[in-house]
């Protein structure tokens, strides 16, 4: 009898067929973590967006609230160094979170919008945040008014553009 070396093709392909077994668990929980993350991250952009707004109304309080993303962001992407804050560019959130307006530029997998109403003074606003590919990227989506509560709803389709809309969404815990 010849001594083998190495492994057969049957051994071969039952540690393939574990290896697959087990990336085939891993990979769905690995993918509903990522999906956890990026919902967290974009409740905190929206607690940030808030906390930007306060600030930005107490600044510029003939303007009201900020209407854009942008205008609580800073002018360029090198940040706020050596430039003065204005309405325009308040230099209060960063230029990721500012720019994350469309699902083909989002922030952790999430892009905002943010209206304000009804005309300069701006009284009111809302800040709403919605996957950038539903059910991949994240399956809620978020939402605040000037009150400052977070709310969400499970169905994440656009961003929310009205007051209405988002008191009728489900208060995060």
Do not use: H
């Amino acid at each position: 009898m010849r001594k083998q070396k190495g492994f057969s093709l049957i051994e071969l392909l039952i540690v393939v067929a574990i290896i697959l077994i087990i990336a085939a668990i891993a990979i769905p929980n690995l993918l509903r973590a990522r999906i956890a993350a990026n919902e967290s991250s974009a409740a905190s952009s929206v607690r940030v967006t808030n906390t930007a707004e306060v600030g930005y109304q107490s600044t510029y309080p003939t303007v009201g609230y900020a209407s854009t993303m942008l205008a609580l962001g800073p002018p360029a992407s090198t940040g706020c160094s050596g430039v003065l804050p204005l309405s325009t560019s308040a230099c209060l959130i960063d230029w990721v979170l500012a720019n994350a307006t469309t699902a083909a530029a989002p922030k952790s997998g999430y892009y905002f919008a943010l209206t304000a109403t009804p005309a300069v003074p701006y009284l009111s606003y809302v800040v709403g945040g919605a996957p950038a590919a539903a059910n991949q990227t994240g399956v809620r989506g978020f939402c605040s008014t000037e009150e400052g509560v977070i709310r969400f709803t499970a169905v994440g389709g656009t961003p929310v553009a009205t007051v209405a809309a988002c008191v009728a969404y489900t208060a995060l815990q």
